[in-house]
């Protein structure tokens, strides 16, 4: 498979079944900020757009052989349980774990490190946002698009929506994801991209480590939902 760099991030994040890890590890945003050509992402990152498509390219030829999973041949009702059962279940555990570690930072560095109520606010914004965009997903949309699915393999009328079309909540969950996304972006700066200073205890460390991870994993959480599910549910929406 040939990348072409001029296709954009959030197409071959979709086309390529794990070139999210390399897009993360580059710092080239795949989900909210998708929307750039690859080799302008690439040269905003400061890395080699041709290295950068080897790599995809390498990744390409693994999907092929069926060593990395390609979401988009599986049925939205398998897409959502696997979002809410490894993103979900992940982000609420992780949200409630580092809350009181963060509190334990906060109350021995603070005075040192100011930085550190700032983070802790954007933090439990970020919580607060999270703990409800998931709840909607899963009372309301999630069972609207396995509906949608089942309506569409039986050949039946779609399910009715309070909210009128499918696309109204995905409009909102989009919107919700960029407000997270905007939190993590400030966080990771606060943190000077998550790099303890030299004084951090072992508490300290592991704070920032892990608000790292949960940052990756939202960000390939969003991508699954932003360029995946949504698109393939307004599509089943308007041709059932």
Request: with cysteine; hydrophobic share 40%; net charge negative.
């Amino acid at each position: 498979m040939m990348i072409n760099t001029t296709k954009t991030v959030r197409e071959l994040a979709v086309e390529v079944a794990g070139a999210t890890r390399v897009f993360e590890k580059l710092g080239i945003d795949y989900c909210c900020g998708g929307g750039k050509a690859l080799e302008e992402a690439c040269a905003v990152a400061g890395v080699s757009a041709e290295d950068v498509a080897r790599s995809l390219e390498e990744i390409a030829r693994a999907k092929e052989g069926g060593e990395l999973k390609d979401w988009n041949a599986e049925s939205l009702t398998q897409l959502i349980s696997h979002i809410i059962n490894k993103h979900h279940v992940f982000t609420r555990e992780e949200l409630d774990r580092l809350d009181p570690l963060l509190a334990k930072v906060c109350k021995v560095y603070a005075d040192k490190h100011p930085e550190l109520p700032r983070i802790q606010a954007l933090f439990q914004e970020l919580k607060r946002e999270l703990t409800a965009h998931m709840m909607k997903e899963e009372q309301v949309l999630f069972p609207y698009v396995a509906e949608l699915e089942e309506a569409s393999n039986d050949e039946s009328a779609k399910p009715l929506a309070f909210f009128g079309t499918v696309q109204n909540p995905i409009r909102m969950m989009m919107t919700e994801h960029d407000a997270a996304g905007e939190i993590l972006r400030s966080i990771r700066k606060l943190s000077a991209d998550f790099a303890a200073p030299a004084d951090a205890c072992v508490s300290y460390q592991t704070l920032y480590q892990s608000l790292e991870e949960l940052e990756q994993d939202l960000h390939q959480h969003i991508h699954l939902e932003n360029n995946i599910l949504f698109p393939r549910a307004i599509e089943m929406e308007s041709v059932s």
